[in-house]
T-cell receptor
Framework: QKEVEQNSGPLSVPEGAIASLNCTYS??????FFWYRQYSGKSPELIMF????GDKEDGRFTAQLNKASQYVSLLIRDSQPSDSATYLC????????????FGAGTRLFVKA | DTAVSQTPKYLVTQMGNDKSIKCEQN?????MYWYKQDSKKFLKIMFS???????INETVPNRFSPKSPDKAHLNLHINSLELGDSAVYFC???????????????FGPGTRLTVL
């Protein structure tokens, strides 16, 4: 079992729709969860982080964490073509310390 | 004002050669990392350093040797390059001053290494 799993996609949504990106992790003691966005040929950049169970909203983005189910998701409302990128889920495991484990990423296409 | 910079941006070399990649951050962060991103875009941690001290070494071949002369710099030297080393290498930094503080990471632009 991979430590952090994501559906590789591509996920295609029409402009204005809600894009839902999902991630599961294997280390039940993980404490910190991040979503990074990576445009083609560019470096990853942080979209959101979440530490506690529940929802966290920032503009058009909402991160959701369910530690019991070991599941974290990212919702993008009113999707725009500029949201087209690869979204990387990242988890710091309980024993990881300075180690961050990334999922393989989900490619998102937003069609105009 | 570049936060995390890497040189070179592109590196094309022959099998068996030795090469280095340099990384510098001007964010005042305590922790720096090296990641390898393969052709399938999987980003895998190689090393992390905290205050110039090696913290994480993720079963990377001995041909890869990181070096941190100070908190702001983390270089990566690769000996006897192999075809499988072809990838994009990202340097990153974060504030993390201990293993209980988990901050976002800031990534450099990446170095695309091609081994022929």
């Amino acid at each position: 079992q991979k430590e952090v799993e994501q559906n590789s996609g591509p996920l295609s949504v029409p402009e204005g729709a809600i894009a839902s990106l999902n991630c599961t992790y294997s280390d039940r003691g993980s404490q910190s969860f991040f979503w990074y966005r990576q445009y083609s040929g560019k470096s990853p950049e942080l979209i959101m982080f979440i530490y506690s169970n529940g929802d966290k909203e920032d503009g058009r983005f909402t991160a959701q964490l369910n530690k019991a189910s070991q599941y974290v998701s990212l919702l993008i409302r009113d999707s725009q073509p500029s949201d087209s990128a690869t979204y990387l889920c990242a988890v710091i495991p309980f024993t990881g310390g300075f180690k961050t484990i990334f999922g393989a990423g989900t490619r998102l296409f937003v069609k105009a | 004002d570049t936060a995390v910079s890497q040189t070179p941006k592109y590196l094309v070399t022959q099998m068996g050669n030795d090469k280095s990649i340099k990384c510098e951050q001007n964010l005042g962060h305590d922790t720096m990392y090296w990641y390898k991103q393969d052709s399938k875009k999987f980003l895998k941690i190689m090393f992390s350093y905290n205050n110039k001290e090696l913290i994480i070494n993720e079963t990377v071949p001995n041909r890869f040797s990181p070096k941190s002369p100070d908190k702001a710099h983390l270089n990566l030297h690769i000996n006897s390059l192999e075809l499988g080393d072809s990838a994009v290498y990202f340097c990153a930094s974060s504030k993390a001053v201990s293993d209980t503080v988990h901050d976002e990471q800031f990534f450099g632009p990446g170095t695309r290494l091609t081994v022929l």
